[in-house]
């Protein structure tokens, strides 16, 4: 549990963006690595936020007056959006941008009261253990679904997430990580860290 309430200019700008809005989103990427830890570990290049499939037509309206891209998945190009008919399995990422703002949206599908991992659909979390709440009511997903992300290529940072996590995880949240890593990363460095 975060001891200290982070405050960055990056959480108050999405808390300002969102501010009006109806549908729910969480914080994702580093930051939710961050929210977990309670303190700012690191520079974050950008804001991720989690929204589910079925608010991706709240999120075009919500955002009507920004320029609304949808990344086309293996093809590293974007594909500019109109409707929500345009942002169907597999594309899951919008990339959001007005003036100097810059949002990524990783929209996320979930069934029966499970979220689904879209590189494995056969690893799910519950629904009710994929979102944290942060002492300043601040939605962020849970760290062992983010670390699972960014197992697949690690960068700096994302070892440096994991590092600063581990601590942070407990023992159920290790569980789950390590069983995901098993089916999709076996041979991550990770796995043996999560003992």
Not at 32 to 56: A, C, N, P, W
């Amino acid at each position: 549990m975060p001891m200290d309430v982070v405050k960055d200019p990056q959480l108050e700008r999405i808390d300002a963006i969102m501010n009006d809005c109806t549908f729910p989103w969480s914080i994702a990427g580093g930051w939710s690595i961050d929210l977990t830890i309670g303190r700012k570990t690191r520079e974050h290049q950008d804001m991720d936020i989690v929204v589910f499939r079925e608010y991706v037509q709240d999120v075009l309206n919500y955002f009507s007056d920004w320029q609304v891209g949808v990344v086309i998945p293996g093809e590293h190009r974007l594909e500019v959006v109109i409707d929500k008919n345009q942002v169907e399995l597999p594309r899951y990422c919008l990339h959001l941008q007005h003036e100097q703002d810059f949002v990524e949206v990783l929209i996320t599908d979930h069934a029966n009261d499970q979220v689904i991992y879209r590189r494995n659909p056969s690893i799910t979390i519950p629904l009710q253990d994929f979102i944290r709440i942060d002492s300043m009511n601040r939605r962020y997903v849970t760290p062992e679904w983010q670390l699972l992300f960014k197992a697949k290529s690690p960068r700096e940072c994302d070892r440096q997430d994991f590092i600063n996590a581990l601590n942070y995880l407990d023992v159920t949240q290790k569980e789950w990580l390590r069983h995901a890593l098993m089916k999709t990363h076996a041979s991550s460095e990770w796995v043996d860290l999560l003992w």
